[in-house]
C-alpha cells in the first residue's frame, strides 16, 4: 500500500511537471504573438502616419448646415431621402471643430481660422494672439501657427486663396496681431515667415505707397522683397 502511494505520488508529480511545461511553452508562444503583433501594429502605424502632402482645405464660413445644402441641391430628393452623396461625404477620416472666441460665441474668419491654424480660441478678429490689455495690436502674446510648426520640422509650407492674401483666413498661416485689418503688417510677416509658396490677390498692400493703387502706408515695395528673397513673382495662369 505504501509503495503504490510513492507510485502515486510520483505519477502525480510527474504530471504537474508536463503541465507546467505546457504552460510556459504557452506562455512563451503567447509573448512572441504578441511581440509579432505589436511590432506589425508599430509597422502600420509608421506607415498609415507616412504621409507625403497635408493640404488643409477652408471653405470660409463653411458650416454643417452649408454642407446639407450643398447636398440637397447638388443630389436632389426623392421621397424624403438625399438622392447621392458629396466627395467629401466618402471621405475616410471626419472631424468637428469649435471656433467660437474667447470674447463672443459669435466668431469671425479671424479667431476662427486662428483655432484651426493654432489649436488655441482667441477672441473676435484677432490672428496668432492671446488677447490681452496691450494698447498696440501687435503687442500681444504670440500663439505658434502650423505654419511656423511645420517650417520649424524644415518642412515646405504654402498658402493658396481665391480671397486677397493678407484677409483673415490665409493670414492665419503667418499673423501675429489683435487686429485683422493690419495689412500693411501681414505682408510683412508673411515675408518674415519665409513660407515657400504664396498665391492670392491683395497686391495693393505689397507695392509703395508711391505706386498709384497702392494701399500700403510706407515705401516698402514687397514684391521686389520677394523676388530679391528668391520667390518667382506670376500674374497669370501661365
Known amino acids: 500500500a505504501a509503495r503504490q502511494a510513492a507510485d502515486a505520488k510520483a505519477a502525480l508529480e510527474q504530471q504537474q511537471a508536463a503541465l507546467a511545461d505546457t504552460q510556459t511553452a504557452l506562455e512563451a508562444a503567447l509573448l512572441d504573438a504578441n511581440s509579432t503583433l505589436t511590432a506589425q501594429q508599430a509597422a ?19 458650416s ?27 471621405m475616410p477620416y471626419m472631424a468637428l471643430m469649435t471656433t467660437q472666441g474667447t470674447d463672443s460665441i459669435i466668431t ?24 490681452s490689455r496691450a494698447a498696440n495690436s501687435l503687442d500681444h502674446p504670440k500663439v505658434e501657427t502650423i505654419a511656423e510648426i511645420a517650417k ?23 499673423a501675429h496681431t489683435r487686429r485683422r485689418s493690419d495689412f500693411n503688417d501681414i505682408v510683412k510677416m508673411f515675408y518674415d515667415s519665409k513660407i515657400d509658396v504664396l498665391m492670392g490677390g491683395g ?36
Open 64 to 90: 454643417i448646415a452649408h454642407r446639407t445644402a450643398a447636398r440637397l441641391l447638388s443630389k436632389g430628393v426623392e421621397d424624403g431621402k438625399i438622392k447621392g452623396r458629396l466627395a467629401m461625404d466618402d
Open 152 to 174: 520649424r520640422q524644415g518642412l515646405a509650407v504654402g498658402a493658396v486663396t481665391n480671397s486677397e492674401i493678407e484677409d483673415a483666413t490665409p493670414a492665419s498661416m503667418a
Open 203 to 238: 497686391s495693393p498692400y505689397f507695392l509703395p505707397q508711391s505706386t498709384p493703387g497702392s494701399k500700403r502706408k510706407d515705401d516698402v515695395d514687397y514684391i521686389a522683397q520677394f523676388k530679391n528673397a528668391g520667390y518667382a513673382f506670376a500674374t497669370t495662369k501661365a
Open 108 to 131: 469671425d474668419s479671424a479667431n476662427a481660422a486662428h483655432a484651426y491654424t493654432t489649436g488655441h480660441k482667441s477672441c473676435v478678429n484677432a490672428l496668432g494672439v492671446y488677447c
Open 44 to 62: 502600420a502605424q509608421a506607415q498609415a502616419a507616412d504621409a507625403k502632402n497635408v493640404i488643409l482645405f477652408i471653405g470660409d464660413g463653411f
